[in-house]
Antibody, heavy 118, light 107 residues
Framework: EVQLVESGGGLVQPGGSLRLSCVGS????????MNWVRQAPGKGLEWISY????????YYADSVKGRVTISRDNAKNALSLQMNGLRAEDTAVYYC???????????WGNGTTVTVSS | AIRMTQSPSSVSASTGDRVTITCRAS??????LAWYQQKPGKAPKLLIY???SLQRGVPSRFSGSGSGTDFTLTISSLQSEDSATYYC?????????FGQGTKVEIK
C-alpha cells in the first residue's frame, strides 16, 4: 500500500520550533518530488515547500521563507520540515505530498496538526 | 505569484446533474494544472493532472479541460460521494498556488 505518514506536530509557543517528519512506504520514495502543504482551520490549501528527488533543489513560499527548512533522506524514505520562529498564523494541518513530475501531488499523508499558541 | 481564482465558491446540485467548476489563472500557462478533491477531515486526493489527464482509479465522470488562463473541472453525472471541496493547483511556476476551493453539495 502506498503510504505517507507524518509526525511531529503539537502545541508550541510563539517563537518556538518544531520538526515535522514524513515517512513513505509502498513506493519508490527516491523518485518522488516531495512537498509540504498546509491547511489552516477552516481555510484552503497552501503549498509551502518543495524538494527535488535528489534534495538538491528546494523552494519555499514567501510566508515561511527564512523560517523553515525542508530536507529528505532517501535511504530512510524520509522527509522533514524544520520550523523555527513559529507564529500563530502557522497553526494548521501540515501534509506531506509527493508526485513524479509536472508538480502534481499524487500521494498524500493524513496530516499532522501544528498549533502555535501561548 | 500566479493567483488562481475558482468559481463558484459553492454549488448545490442534484445527483445526476452536470457540475462545472472553473479556475482562472492570473497569467497564461499550459498543462501544469491539477485538480484535487478533499472531504472533511481527510487529505486531498488527486483527480486530474496535466489539465486533462485522469488519475488512475478516479471515476470517468470527472474530466478536466482548458488552456491559457481558463481551466475547467467537470463532473458529468454528480453522485452522492462527490460531495466535497475541490481545489485547482498550478505547478507552472514557484510558488505553486491553489485556488480557494469550491464546495460541492448534494441537494
Amino acid at each position: 500500500e502506498v503510504q505517507l505518514v507524518e509526525s511531529g506536530g503539537g502545541l508550541v509557543q510563539p517563537g518556538g520550533s518544531l520538526r515535522l517528519s514524513c515517512v513513505g512506504s509502498g513506493f519508490t520514495f527516491s523518485v518522488y518530488e516531495m512537498n509540504w502543504v498546509r491547511q489552516a482551520p477552516g481555510k484552503g490549501l497552501e503549498w509551502i515547500s518543495y524538494i527535488s528527488m535528489s534534495g538538491s533543489t528546494k523552494y519555499y513560499a514567501d510566508s515561511v521563507k527564512g523560517r523553515v527548512t525542508i530536507s529528505r533522506d532517501n535511504a530512510k524514505n524520509a522527509l522533514s520540515l524544520q520550523m523555527n520562529g513559529l507564529r500563530a498564523e502557522d497553526t494548521a494541518v501540515y501534509y506531506c505530498a509527493g508526485g513524479v513530475g509536472y508538480g502534481y501531488m499524487a500521494v498524500w499523508g493524513n496530516g499532522t496538526t501544528v498549533t502555535v499558541s501561548s | 505569484a500566479i493567483r488562481m481564482t475558482q468559481s463558484p465558491s459553492s454549488v448545490s446540485a442534484s445527483t445526476g446533474d452536470r457540475v462545472t467548476i472553473t479556475c482562472r489563472a492570473s497569467q497564461d500557462f499550459n498543462t501544469y494544472l491539477a485538480w484535487y478533491q478533499q472531504k472533511p477531515g481527510k487529505a486531498p486526493k488527486l483527480l486530474i493532472y496535466a489539465t486533462s489527464s485522469l488519475q488512475r482509479g478516479v471515476p470517468s465522470r470527472f474530466s478536466g479541460s482548458g488552456s491559457g488562463t481558463d481551466f475547467t473541472l467537470t463532473i458529468s453525472s454528480l453522485q452522492s460521494e462527490d460531495s466535497a471541496t475541490y481545489y485547482c493547483q498550478q505547478s507552472y511556476s514557484f510558488p505553486w498556488t491553489f485556488g480557494q476551493g469550491t464546495k460541492v453539495e448534494i441537494k
